[in-house]
């Protein structure tokens, strides 16, 4: 009974941090997922060719991960964690502040802790346009150092999380501040090889030869699209305090740095999966007019519009590959 009792009082139950698990729109908002043109036509590195995709509902944080969020979770987790380079610092390490100098794999660990998950590109995306395509910032095409914090803004470093007005969908420094890192793997031309048919991917010669006008969607690039592919390089969105004119810190701009490695500008947000309440499996042309019919992406591409709309039962069939993924990452 000693020994019992003993061991009863020596253990500690963990207690995590009630912000960081609730997905109440305190902390979080609440996305619904639709079709958009993810990409810009302004693409001097050209690797961000325009198409259009389709996401989920999910939920996102509304600011970046702070410094004491990040000072909770290494006490939460008894120290086992890396601890962050600035983390420390009088000036850099303010409670207020975002945390940066965490790599893309400590990043992963932290959303994963509290039950959640980095967002993929194209929901980080979709989230910082906030419904509005054909646009480099959520409020029109012109850097402003009066809702960003970009290198215009001369402060020298990163500002207190939601210094700046939010965007639409009350999410804050999506554009500035610092850069975020999201689940995918970085490749120079992944908008457009994702989007180019293999005859692997159909299930039969049948369904290849039958259905060849909706193999786009088997390539499963237009539907929560998600970089898999092994490599020591991950996406980062949304720019920094360091970044201007060449590297604009715009809602389409993409960057990249390795994963196991932190960086002074790059913090992150995490994002969490809705319960199965998305509009998947509707008529598409209840839901939304399709994009590529619209006056204004036909005079930015200048091409016929789009003939075919979605094709939900592919997007069915989709739905597994995409959500196995997201799931073995939480």
Known sequence: MLVIFFAGCSSKELVKNPNMLSLSNVSMSYIYGQEFVMGTYKDSFQDKTPREVLVD??????????????????????????????????????????????????????????????????????????????????????????????????????????????????????????????????????????????????????????????????????????????????????????????????VSFRSFDQADLGYKDLGFRCAADAKKDSWVGQKYDEVIEPIFESDEMMELNNLPAEEEKLNTTIMDENIKKSQDYLNSVK
Request: negative net charge; hydrophobic residues 30%; proline residues 6%.
């Open 57 to 250: 509902n999910f939920y996102i944080d509304k600011t970046e991960v702070t410094n004491a969020a990040y000072k909770q979770y290494i006490g939460e987790t008894g120290g086992a964690v890396v601890r962050p380079p600035y983390i420390d610092d009088l000036g850099w390490g303010l409670d207020t502040l975002p945390v940066v100098g965490v790599s893309h794999t400590e990043a992963k660990k932290f959303c994963k802790f509290y039950g959640k998950r980095l967002p993929t590109e194209a929901e980080w995306e979709f989230a910082a346009r906030a419904g509005k395509n054909f646009q480099d910032f959520p409020w029109g095409n012109e850097e402003n150092p009066d809702l960003m914090n970009f290198r215009d803004s001369n402060n020298s470093w990163a500002v207190d999380v939601a210094s700046y007005p939010p965007n639409d969908y009350g999410l804050y420094d999506m554009t500035g501040n610092v850069r975020e890192w999201v689940e995918d793997t970085y490749e120079k031309d992944f908008y457009v090889r994702s989007c180019v048919v293999s005859p692997w991917q159909f299930s039969s010669f049948k369904e290849m030869f039958t259905n060849p006008v909706s193999n786009v969607y088997k390539s499963n690039c237009s539907y929560n699209p998600l970089n898999t592919t092994k490599s020591k390089f991950k996406s980062n969105r949304g720019g920094s305090w360091e970044f201007s004119e060449g590297y604009p810190a715009t």
